[in-house]
């Protein structure tokens, strides 16, 4: 026996399941025998009191959890940080552990109220004493780990659980003597799994598999070279005695049915104090604020589930709920993470969202010089698609070429300060970038709360497939906006797939160009092959466009259409020969509608036209989106995805795919303007047509086919 060594158990007495507030009590109700319960605490009692001394606190009639003195509280030497139970189920244990923990002399310190906190269950101090493990997520929260450093004088290590079987730390991980670990490493995030690997080596750390881990493996007593566990595999058995260690199974079933076992069934109260050590927390906290139709929009909600899920937490410090439909609301939050990475994360998207620093806490962004043409510094600022200002000498500058994935460059000039989004191949020595994530923000138009849910009705994201009286009432919103940009010279750009021709669309496509309702067209060789395959021998990649039937020979006809367009040069030229004579590329060339074939590596030919270097292809999709105000997404991902990219929010895109798939992933960029619409493309734009040719307006000539 180890003198040294104490614990401190409760005898089962009243020990039940009697509520459930974990997976494991889940039909466990009441299914628990106390004999069974009796006899299994009895086995783990005495092998423990064989190699250690067993304090008992009594038990108490109505707290059937307080067997489980793993939640007692945390103790380092003669402190102790005193549990806060998250549930209402468990807070009545408080008093008798604070209670005994005084009484024996220990200093009790409490966390203030609403911070839970769930003790030596999600807290665990490396064996050696060097630092302490700390675990949030379900029980515990983030904002409790900094008091515990600064009370204990100790390193501590947030880790976060993201399986609820495994919500307290002491079910998925248990450090042993020697520097060893064992756990169960996909109970955690991937970021807390990357601090374990970092602290410790490989060969120390053991993981065990599912079944072992369901076993409460990890749950496990240690004492020197002894290890008490309720079960272990034959392999983890062999692991742990190849390692010197003892391994004792004693059956813990019945606290199994509770959700806890050997290692929550004891508390060691023997810590011992490395003097040389001290207090260190990783964790950050920022203050942010949101304004707008903060409920309504939804706002919120989103807000405080990017910082969960990103595995921060947050305080809400003033939320200033507007009252009227249309008053806008003011909350600022306290967000913290358990280190600077992960609070980048979450502030980037916090900014996308809109929020922005409290004014008292306004700084300027960050500034680092170009390492070298073409690349930005490791921490740069990513943009998005949403208007974005930052904060340079104290006043916020408005960025340029708003457009996503493109990083700030900023550039002293005469006339003032000048930020842009540049691509990163565009970035030259002598710009600075934005770093980080302090003095950014985007500015949002408040978004009116009944045109975010019109947004919803109008897109079928929700509902999966649009039924055909809906596709016709966003044909016709879509039309009548049309019909307003061009009425007031506005500019309407198309991508458009191979799809468009297959689908019989082609003839609707022309038709809108030669209206006057395109003012670029975006697509790729393909488009255009079949497009002109069509006007030249009626077929589209050999099948018979009128007759819907594959025609024999006719998978040359699109290798004869490459060659007769190259013979003669480019499009234009075979349109100017009179060689074509209809379809969607005679339309461009004849309106004076501009185009850009961007290549792929599947292409071919490829046509004239087709630009194979793509760094200039995105130069001409670039320059031909400039002052857009609509984008027609027909039936090409990879074109629409590009655009996609270089166009800011505010924009809007239509979307229209016979796959949901790529309608949601097009559409689904958080802004209001995109709509998505599942159907058949050339269904779509015959319905289009129609729709214009039924808006009588007398100031624009009759369409007619
Ligand atoms: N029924 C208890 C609860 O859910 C079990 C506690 C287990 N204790 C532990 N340290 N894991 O709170």
């Known amino acids: 026996m180890t003198d040294s060594i104490r614990f401190l158990m409760c005898a089962p007495d009243h020990y039940d399941v009697d509520y459930v507030i974990n997976p494991w009590m889940e039909g466990n109700i009441h299914k628990s025998s106390r004999d069974r319960a009796v006899d299994q605490w009895q086995n783990l009692y005495h092998i423990i009191k064989d190699r250690a001394i067993v304090d008992l606190i009594p038990a108490e009639k109505g707290w059937p959890d307080l067997v489980f003195t793993a939640n007692a509280g945390l103790l380092l030497g003669q402190n102790v940080v005193l549990s806060r139970f998250l549930h209402p189920e468990r807070q009545g244990e408080e008093p008798y552990f604070k209670k005994w923990f005084e009484e024996n002399g220990y200093t009790v310190y409490e966390l203030p109220k609403d911070l839970p906190f769930e003790g030596a269950g999600d807290a665990l101090l490396d064996r050696e004493g060097r630092w302490l493990w700390a675990g949030y997520g379900f029980r515990t929260e983030l904002d409790s ?122 508390l060691r109260t023997t810590e011992p104090v490395r003097e040389e050590l001290h207090a260190v927390t990783y964790l950050e906290s920022r203050t942010l604020q949101m304004r707008g139709h903060l409920l309504d929009a939804g706002i919120m909600n989103r807000a405080l589930d990017v910082i969960v899920d990103r595995g921060g937490s947050f305080k809400v410090l003033n939320f200033n709920l507007g009252a009227e439909r249309q008053s806008t609301s003011l909350a600022e939050v306290r967000v913290s993470a358990p280190d600077r990475g992960v609070m980048e994360d979450i502030v980037a998207d916090l900014i996308d969202i809109g929020a922005m620093d409290v004014p008292e806490d306004e700084r300027d962004a960050l500034l680092e010089p170009v390492p070298m043409g073409g690349v930005a510094p490791d921490d740069f600022y990513v943009t998005t698609i949403y208007p974005t200002e930052v904060r340079i000498k104290g006043a916020w500058v408005r960025l340029q070429n708003q457009r996503m994935d493109g990083a700030i460059a900023v550039r002293e000039t005469a006339e003032g300060v000048v930020a842009r989004c540049k691509l990163l191949r565009d ?49 016709e919103k879509i039309a009548w906006e049309l019909r307003q940009i061009r009425d007031r010279g506005g500019k309407v750009a198309v991508t458009a797939g191979p799809v468009v021709i297959h689908t019989g669309g082609s003839k609707h496509l022309a038709r809108l160009i030669r209206e006057g309702y395109v003012q670029a067209l975006l697509g790729g060789n393909a488009i255009a092959v079949h497009d002109i395959e069509q006007s030249l021998m009626g077929t589209s990649l050999g099948v018979d466009m009128q007759q819907g039937v594959a025609v024999r020979g006719g998978h040359r006809h699109h290798l004869k259409t490459i060659n007769i367009v190259r013979r003669y040069g480019s499009i234009a030229k075979t349109v100017e020969e009179g060689i074509i004579t209809k379809g969607v590329m005679y339309e461009c060339v004849k309106n004076n509608v501009p185009f850009s074939l961007a290549g792929s590596i599947r292409d071919d030919g490829p046509l004239p036209d087709t630009q194979m270097d793509l760094i200039k292809a995105q130069e001409d999709y670039g320059r031909m989106l400039e002052g857009v105000e609509m984008i027609l997404m027909l039936s090409t991902m990879l074109h629409s995805i590009g655009v996609g990219n270089m166009t800011p929010a505010g924009v809007k895109m239509v979307c229209v795919d016979i796959n949901p798939a790529v309608v949601t992933k097009l559409s689904d960029r958080g802004s209001v303007e995109s709509v998505g619409v599942v159907t058949d493309v050339g269904l779509f734009l015959s319905l289009l047509v129609q729709q214009l040719e039924q808006l009588t307006n007398p100031y624009v000539r009759n369409l007619s086919l």
């Open 145 to 266: 780990h900094p008091y515990l450093a600064k009370w204990l004088d100790v390193e501590v290590i947030s880790l976060r659980l993201v399986d609820p079987r495994f919500y307290h730390l002491d079910t998925c991980f248990c450090p042993l003597s020697g520097g060893y670990l064992l756990y169960y490493p996909p109970a955690f995030d991937s970021y807390s799994n990357h601090l374990i690997e970092r602290r410790v080596a490989e060969e120390k750390r053991i993981v065990l598999n599912e079944l072992d881990a369901v076993n409460f493996g990890c749950n496990s007593v240690n004492i020197n070279n002894t290890v008490i566990m309720n079960k272990a595999s034959e392999s983890l058995k062999q692991r742990l005695t190849e390692l010197g260690y003892e391994v004792l199974e004693t059956p813990l079933t019945e606290f199994l049915k509770a959700g806890g076992a050997a290692k929550c069934l004891t």
């Open 427 to 475: 970035l030259e020595v002598g710009e600075k970038v934005v770093v980080g994530v302090h003095g950014i923000r985007t500015v949002r138009k408040v978004e009116d709360r009944d045109r975010a849910s019109a947004g919803e009705e109008f897109s079928f994201m929700g509902s999966g497939v649009s039924s055909e009286r809906r596709v016709e009432l966003v044909v």
